[in-house]
């Protein structure tokens, strides 16, 4: 059984920087990509940032250049660097992964979500 687990989100000023990180567990062969999605009260949910397991990543426009995502694949953990915050990007935040546990396919995990709130 797999498991994602989220940490690091929390309340902070517009302006302000908040990590989060989330680690996979269990019975995995490998994981593929990696990544956080964001949903904001009565909005879908959407790509905030992903990175393949050779460290490509792509960003979501409202977010290049003040969000930076990582990954120790030693660790199976990603990492959400977010800087110059704004009340825009309150949302919970969900750590996600593509990986195959082993004797099984790939498939999609999810984490448990994070919340970020940014007062201005």
Request: glycine share 12%.
């Amino acid at each position: 059984q797999v498991q994602l687990v989220e940490s690091g989100g929390g309340l902070v000023q517009a302006g302000g920087s908040l990590r989060l990180s989330c680690a996979a567990s269990g019975n995995i062969f490998n994981i593929n990509s990696m990544g956080w999605y964001r949903q904001a009260p009565g909005k879908q949910r959407e790509l905030v940032a992903i990175i393949t397991a050779g460290g490509s990543s792509n960003y979501a426009d409202s977010v290049k250049g003040r969000f930076t995502i990582s990954r120790d694949n030693a660790k199976n953990t990603v990492y959400l660097y977010m800087n110059s915050l704004e009340p825009e990007d309150t949302a919970v935040y969900y750590c996600y992964a593509n990986l195959r546990e082993w004797g099984r396919g790939i498939r999609d995990y999810w984490g448990q979500g994070a919340q970020v709130t940014v007062s201005s």
